[in-house]
């Protein structure tokens, strides 16, 4: 049980490049979420996915695409990287609709220049 | 749009010595309230919950406080240890239609001096 799994976990773009993250979880949850984790600044929601074939807009979604074709996999798109955008990502899922207790993945550090 | 504000940014306290992060939010439909443990280079981690029925829960040397009311919670680390450092983060959750969002504050920087 690998619980939430990020690739790749380190990458460096050059600006106007394209990407994208991909999380897998195993543990059967609905809910899937992308963040951001800049100094200072917490965990930004990028976007966010209550099941399959859904997605959603968070707090910092411009620049940023999310699909979620299969329920396991939430995947983060950059299509034209800047700069702004280095950071660490973090996948989070959660399954629990009493709690909503997330789940995160080791996180993935993306650095643009 | 909801917002959490999280204080202080960064907390220095003696070995054994009690400390208190405080977190306010906007979102009056929030109704779950963790929070969650990042060591240096890990990923973060849920240490306590709270629910908004509920004014105070415990976990051994951790508690957390609930005043929806005023829309602060507030997460107490007794007899701190040095393993206790860690950047914390608060959030609030807002329930969804079949999930929840989660806003994150910024972060409290605790470093427990032996």
């Known amino acids: 049980n690998a619980g939430v799994t990020q690739t790749p976990k380190f990458r460096v773009l050059k600006t106007g490049q394209s990407m994208t993250l991909l999380c897998a979880q195993d543990?059967?949850?609905?809910?899937m979420y992308w963040y951001r984790q800049d100094p200072g600044m917490g965990l930004r929601l990028i976007h966010y996915s209550v099941g399959e074939g859904t997605t959603a807009k968070g707090e910092v979604p411009d620049g940023y695409n999310v699909s979620r074709l299969k329920k396991q996999n939430f995947l983060l798109g950059l299509e034209s990287a800047a700069p702004s955008q280095t950071s660490v990502y973090f996948c989070?899922?959660?399954?629990?609709?009493?709690?909503?207790?997330?789940?995160f993945g080791e996180g993935s550090r993306l650095t643009v220049l | 749009g909801e917002n959490v504000e999280q204080h202080p940014s960064t907390l220095s306290v003696q070995e054994g010595d009690s400390a208190v992060i405080k977190c306010t939010y906007s979102?009056?439909?929030?109704?779950?309230f963790p929070w969650y443990k990042q060591e240096l280079g890990k990923r973060p981690q849920l240490i306590i919950d709270?629910?908004?029925?509920?004014g105070e829960k415990k976990d051994q040397r951790i508690a957390v406080t609930l005043n929806k009311t005023a829309k602060h919670f507030s997460l107490h680390i007794t007899e701190t240890q040095p393993e206790d450092s860690a950047v914390y983060f608060c959030a609030a959750s807002n329930p969804l239609s079949g999930g929840f969002k989660t806003i994150f504050g910024a972060g409290t920087r605790l470093f427990v001096k032996a």
């Open positions: 543990m059967n949850h609905e809910y």
């Open positions: 989070a899922s959660g399954g629990r609709v009493d709690t909503g207790e997330l789940f």
């Open positions: 709270i629910r908004s029925n509920v």
């Open positions: 979102d009056s439909a929030s109704n779950y």
